[in-house]
């Protein structure tokens, strides 16, 4: 079993930057891809960012040149640092991570949600 604990959300002014963190613990073997989503006030949850464990990323066009995610391996942590922040990023920030993890003589990947930071932009 995988446990993914977010940080680093809360209230900013419009412009502003915030860094969110992303703690994966637990059964690792290796991390096949960390990323983030967001669920706006009243919207579906959507895609934002994600990073390979070989270190490849993809984006949102939306925060494409604004956020940058970034992975580090070795702690099992990914981050996301948000710049140029627009109160439409308002949103609950959730961390994601397929996790491989070796059973016997095989390997099972499994995906794992974190519960959520609030990023708040304020105008």
């Known amino acids: 079993q995988v446990r993914l604990v977010e940080s680093g959300g809360g209230l900013v002014q419009a412009g502003g930057s915030l860094r969110l963190s992303c703690a994966a613990s637990g059964t690792i073997s290796s991390i096949k891809t960390m990323g983030w989503y967001r669920q706006p006030p009243g919207k579906q949850r959507e895609f934002v960012a994600l990073?390979?464990?070989?270190?490849?990323?993809s984006y949102v066009d939306s925060v494409n040149g604004r956020f940058t995610i970034s992975i580090d391996t070795a702690k099992n942590m990914v981050y996301l640092q948000m710049n140029s922040l627009k109160p439409e990023d308002t949103a609950v920030y959730y961390c994601?991570?397929?996790?491989?993890?070796?059973?016997?003589?095989?390997?099972?990947?499994?995906?794992?949600w974190g519960q959520g930071t609030q990023v708040t932009v304020s105008v």
């Open positions: 990073v390979t464990g070989g270190g490849s990323t």
């Open positions: 994601n991570a397929a996790i491989n993890a070796l059973i016997g003589s095989y390997i099972k990947t499994t995906d794992y």
